[in-house]
C-alpha cells in the first residue's frame, strides 16, 4: 500500500519569492509520481508527473519536481511565484499496475502575497 | 476539464434520499474514477471502472454504487444519502492507468 504526506498545509509566500512544497510518499513497489494544482472552485490540473527517466521533471506554469528515491521525496519548487500561483496543490503517487489508482497527499495551500 | 462533464454542478438533498452523480467523457477513456474531496484529506478514492460493466472499490466506497453501461458514462450513486457525504465529487479519466484528468467537480450537500 501506498501513502502520500504533505508537510507543509499552508506556504504564505511573497510575490517573486522561490518556494518548496514537500512530498514524502511510502511505498514497497515503484510508483508514478504527479502533481496536481487545485485554483479556487475549479477541478485537479495536471502539473507534472515522474513516470520514469531523468529525475527533474518540469511542469507547466514555470513548475519543477525532483524525484529523490532514497529519500521517497518527490518536492515541487517555484523559482520566482506570482500571484496567480495562489491555489492548492496536491502531491499523488499511483503504482505501476494498470488500474491507475491515485493516493493523494493531504494538499498544500500556497498563499502568494503582494 | 476538456472532454468531461459532470452534472449536476451543485446538489442539495435531504438525509435518506437516493442521489446521483453523472460523469460522461467524449475522449473514449478506458479508466474512471470517482473520488471525494474533503478538508484535511485531500482526495480519495471512492470507485473505479476499467472498462463497460467492470469496477472495483476504492479507499471509501461504503454507501455509494457505481454504474458503467457505456465507455462514456460513470454513474455514482449514494443509496440512501448521510450527512457525512456531503463533500465535492470529482470524476477523472485515463487512456492507461498513469495520467489521469479530472472534470470540474459536483458539489452536493446532504441536510
Known amino acids: 500500500a501506498q501513502s502520500v504526506t504533505q508537510l507543509d498545509s499552508q506556504v504564505p509566500v511573497f510575490e517573486e519569492a522561490p518556494v518548496e512544497l514537500r512530498c514524502n510518499y511510502s511505498?514497497?513497489?515503484?510508483?508514478?509520481l504527479f502533481w496536481y494544482v487545485q485554483y479556487p472552485n475549479q477541478g485537479l490540473q495536471l502539473l507534472l508527473k515522474?513516470?520514469?527517466?531523468?529525475?527533474l521533471v518540469k511542469g507547466i506554469n514555470g513548475f519543477e519536481a525532483e524525484f529523490n528515491k532514497s529519500q521517497t521525496s518527490f518536492h515541487l519548487r517555484k523559482p520566482s511565484v506570482h500571484i496567480s500561483d495562489t491555489a492548492e496543490y496536491f502531491c499523488?503517487?499511483?503504482?505501476?499496475?494498470?488500474?491507475?489508482?491515485?493516493?493523494f497527499g493531504q494538499g498544500t495551500t500556497l498563499q502568494v502575497k503582494p | 476539464d476538456a472532454g468531461i462533464t459532470q452534472s449536476p454542478r451543485h446538489k442539495v438533498t435531504e438525509t435518506g434520499t437516493p442521489v446521483t452523480l453523472r460523469c460522461h467523457q467524449t475522449e473514449n477513456h478506458r479508466y474512471m474514477y470517482w473520488y471525494r474531496q474533503d478538508p484535511g484529506h485531500g482526495l480519495r478514492l471512492i470507485h473505479y471502472?476499467?472498462?463497460?460493466?467492470?469496477?472495483d472499490k476504492g479507499e471509501v466506497s461504503d454507501g455509494y454504487s457505481v454504474s458503467r453501461s457505456k465507455t462514456e458514462d460513470f454513474l455514482l450513486t449514494l443509496e440512501s444519502a448521510t450527512s457525512s457525504q456531503t463533500s465535492v465529487y470529482f470524476c477523472?479519466?485515463?487512456?492507461?492507468?498513469?495520467?489521469?484528468?479530472f472534470g470540474a467537480g459536483t458539489r452536493l450537500s446532504v441536510l
Open positions: 471502472s476499467y472498462g463497460v460493466k467492470d469496477t
Open positions: 515522474y513516470l520514469s527517466g531523468s529525475t
Open positions: 499523488a503517487v499511483s503504482d505501476f499496475s494498470n488500474t491507475g489508482k491515485l493516493i
Open positions: 511505498s514497497s513497489v515503484s510508483v508514478y
Open positions: 477523472a479519466i485515463a487512456a492507461s492507468g498513469d495520467i489521469q484528468y
